[in-house]
C-alpha cells in the first residue's frame, strides 16, 4: 500500500504564498505521476498541477503562472508553491499519485487532504 502525507495547508491573505508538499512511502517500484488536486465546497474535484516522471508538467489555466510544481523523483515527493493566491483558490488539496508497486502492481492513491483558505 501507498501512503501519501500533505502538510503546508493554512490561513493566508490574498496576495500571499504557501507551500504544499507531499510525500509518498511504501512499496514503491516507480511513480509514473504526481500532482495535486483541489475541491472547494459544493464543487467537482479539479486537477491544479501535475508532474509526470519525465519531467513534463500540467497546470490549471486558473493557476498557470503563479503556481509551481516540483518533484524529488529520488525521495518520492512533489510540492507546490502557491504564489499570489485568491481567495478562489479555497479549497482541500489533494495530493495524488500514480505508479506500481514493488512486484509491478499498478497503485493510485490520494491523501487525506490540506485545507487551503484565501482570504480577501
Known amino acids: 500500500q501507498v501512503q501519501l502525507v500533505e502538510s503546508g495547508g493554512g490561513l493566508v491573505q490574498a496576495g500571499e504564498s504557501l507551500r504544499l508538499s507531499c510525500a509518498a512511502s511504501g512499496s514503491i517500484l516507480s511513480i509514473n505521476v504526481m500532482g495535486w488536486y483541489r475541491q472547494a465546497d459544493g464543487k467537482r474535484r479539479e486537477l491544479v498541477a501535475a508532474?509526470?516522471?519525465?519531467?513534463?508538467?500540467n497546470y490549471a489555466d486558473s493557476v498557470k503562472g503563479r503556481f509551481t510544481i516540483s518533484r524529488d523523483n529520488a525521495k518520492n515527493t512533489v510540492n507546490l508553491q502557491m504564489n499570489s493566491l485568491k481567495p478562489e483558490d479555497t479549497a482541500v488539496y489533494y495530493c495524488h499519485a500514480v505508479g506500481a508497486y514493488i512486484g509491478s502492481q499498478a497503485f493510485a492513491s490520494w491523501g487525506q487532504g490540506t485545507q487551503v483558505t484565501v482570504s480577501s
Open positions: 508532474t509526470i516522471s519525465g519531467g513534463s508538467t
